[in-house]
T-cell receptor, first 116, second 112 residues
Framework: EAGVTQFPSHSVIEKGQTVTLRCDPISGHDNLYWYRRVMGKEIKFLLHFVKESKQDESGMPNNRFLAERTGGTYSTLKVQPAELEDSGVYFC??????????????FGPGTRLTVT | DQQVKQNSPSLSVQEGRISILNCDYTNSMFDYFLWYKKYPAEGPTFLISISSIKDKNEDGRFTVFLNKSAKHLSLHIVPSQPGDSAVYFCAARRNSGYALNFGKGTSLLVTP
């Protein structure tokens, strides 16, 4: 079974440009999450999809970030326009969905975003 | 406001000895706790978890202890092996949601 995959693995863009990150969750996982780790800090939650619906987007830093999950499969996270403080590693994770059961989240390898 | 804290950025242990990684949390609404292990250039990998209704969970060489009154949990690795060298993240989840709250991580080095 393939794990969570993310593309690209590394992106270097200039301030003001747009970048789109992609995440393919484990097949059959309804829950999809985005997290971000800024250098030297903790991994922080950005948002949570259940299928194609945004369940919790309380961690999204501002309206320059737009996440989508059309059809409930892969997800994209767009940053437009990018700022210097957006640099960091963006992780995607997925988990199955069964009521009342705790499941760990399976993480992808991350996309390292560098904004210059 | 960081709700999960790992106050030791690094730890060095000799092979065969016990590694103890500590984690403190502030939010009493957390009811599920996880430890993740991370190698460079990879995503975090789930290691072990514990529900707030338990005080201990064991899986092979890994044991997690939870002290709810102290809002403290620890991960014990016995015996430690060089392959255990990685960054270990403590994470916690509230009973009303799915989002994980992570600590900053502890870098463990197991020396031969």
């Amino acid at each position: 079974e393939a794990g969570v995959t993310q593309f690209p693995s590394h992106s270097v863009i200039e301030k003001g440009q747009t970048v789109t990150l992609r995440c393919d969750p484990i097949s059959g996982h309804d829950n999809l999450y985005w997290y971000r780790r800024v250098m030297g800090k903790e991994i922080k939650f950005l948002l949570h999809f259940v299928k194609e619906s945004k369940q919790d987007e309380s961690g999204m830093p501002n309206n320059r970030f737009l996440a989508e999950r059309t059809g409930g499969t892969y997800s994209t996270l767009k940053v437009q326009p990018a700022e210097l403080e957006d640099s960091g590693v963006y992780f995607c994770a997925s988990s199955p969905r069964l009521a009342g059961i705790h499941y760990e989240q399976y993480f992808g390898p991350g996309t390292r975003l560098t904004v210059t | 406001d960081q709700q999960v804290k790992q106050n030791s950025p690094s730890l060095s242990v000799q092979e065969g000895r016990i590694s103890i990684l500590n984690c403190d949390y502030t939010n009493s609404m957390f009811d599920y706790f996880l430890w993740y292990k991370k190698y460079p250039a990879e995503g975090p990998t789930f290691l072990i978890s514990i529900s707030s209704i338990k005080d201990k969970n064991e899986d092979g060489r890994f044991t997690v202890f939870l002290n709810k009154s102290a809002k403290h949990l620890s991960l014990h690795i016995v015996p430690s092996q060089p392959g255990d060298s990685a960054v270990y993240f403590c994470a916690a989840r509230r009973n009303s949601g799915y989002a994980l709250n992570f600590g900053k991580g502890t870098s463990l080095l197991v020396t031969p």
